[in-house]
Every structure is written in C-alpha cells, then in structure tokens.
C-alpha cells in the first residue's frame, strides 16, 4: 500500500512539473501575440502581468474552495483544468490574432479589457492546479507543509525547464504557433495519464473489494 502511494505521488509531482513547463511556455508565447497585435509598450505588459497575476491568484482561492468541498475528487478536477488549459491552448493563437485584429483601433480601455479576458480564464484554471494537488497530497501524507514543498519544487522546476526550453530550443527550431501547441499537447497529456491513472486505481479497489 505504502508502495503504491510512493508511486502515485511521484507521478502527481512529475504530472505537476509537466504543467509548469507548459505555463511558462504559454505566458511568453501568449504574450509575443499580444504584444504583436496590441503593442509592447507600458501599458500592454502590465495589463497582461496583471491578467495573469489575477487569474492565479483566483483560481488559487477556487481551487481551494473545491478541494476543501469535494476532496475525493481533486485529482479529477486536477485532470480537468489541465485538460482545460490545454484545449485554450490549441486554440488561443488563432483566438489572440482574431481578437487583435478586431480591436486593433479601438480604444485603449477595450484593447485592455479584451486582453484581461483573454488571459484570464486559461490562468484561473492554470492557477487552481495548486491549492487542489496539495490538498490531494496532504491527504496522502498527512503533512501539508511536505505537499506544498514538493509541488512548489516541482511546478517551480519545470517553469525553470519551461523557460529553457522555449528560449534555447523551441524559439531556435519551431514557430511561436508550434512552441503553443507542443505545451497544449502536454497538458492534454497529463489530464489522459491522471485519468487513467484514477480510472486503474478506481478498478483496483473495486476488484479488491
């Protein structure tokens, strides 16, 4: 049993590492786009910052809010926002080109509000992940500064890997569209693998009982 949980909480924070490299990828990415059909100026970059600095600050507390509510399920709803943010991300280049050409002379308050809404739904979802894997890990080891540290560590570790990757290689040998894409197939893929690693162990313990 102590065995199996080693296991499942291995592959928790490597599925968590994943997401944060595909976080990374997608703020500079989406950001390139914005600033490509907004401008890079002041007040572009801090609208964005703010989006996103928002967003994870909200989908934190959402994420809590679920986890607390429903905590035989956070893995579920784990596998759900990254399967989320992995669907925007299939289509948020298109998305972000079509919403900058048609607010390109509009004014300055829409231009920003067009570019909070964009931004603001995949960083609620990204920022959820969090508070809902501790949640799910301090259940496992009953030691939620242990959980936090982990996933801290891991998530941390691959916006580092992210960061790498996307300015040495992926900007080297792929277009910004690709970079978006290969980070929306990561995503995608840690929600299969955490779907089928619940739906084994949901199984497991229906054989076993």
């Known amino acids: 049993m102590q065995k199996t949980q080693d296991t499942l909480i291995s592959v928790i924070s490597f599925c968590f590492l994943i997401s944060g490299t595909c976080a990374l990828i997608y703020q500079i990415a989406w950001q390139r786009i914005l600033f490509a059909s907004f401008g890079a100026d002041l007040e572009s970059m801090t609208v964005i910052i703010a989006a996103f600095m928002l967003g994870l600050g909200g989908g934190a507390l959402a994420g809590g809010w679920l986890a607390d509510r429903y905590p035989s ?5 784990f596998a759900l ?7 925007f991300g299939c289509i948020s280049p298109d998305l972000l080109r079509w919403a900058g050409d048609m607010t390109i002379h509009a004014p300055l308050s829409i231009i ?39 996933l801290y560590a891991s998530n941390t570790l691959g916006a580092t890997f992210g960061a790498l990757l996307l300015g040495y290689i992926l900007f080297e040998w792929v277009t910004l ?24 162990y949901t199984k497991r313990d229906a054989i076993e009982s």
């Open 81 to 87: 926002t990254e399967g989320g943010v992995g669907a």
């Open 112 to 150: 920003a509000s067009v570019n909070f809404a964009l931004v603001l739904f995949p960083t609620l979802l990204m920022g959820a992940t969090l508070p809902i894997l501790v949640a799910d890990l301090a259940r496992r080891w009953t030691n939620i500064g242990k959980a936090t540290g982990t």
């Open 177 to 200: 569209d690709a970079a978006i894409y290969l980070a929306a197939i990561g995503n995608l893929s840690v929600a299969a693998g955490v779907f089928a690693l619940l739906f084994k």
């Open 73 to 77: 399920h956070t893995l579920a709803f």
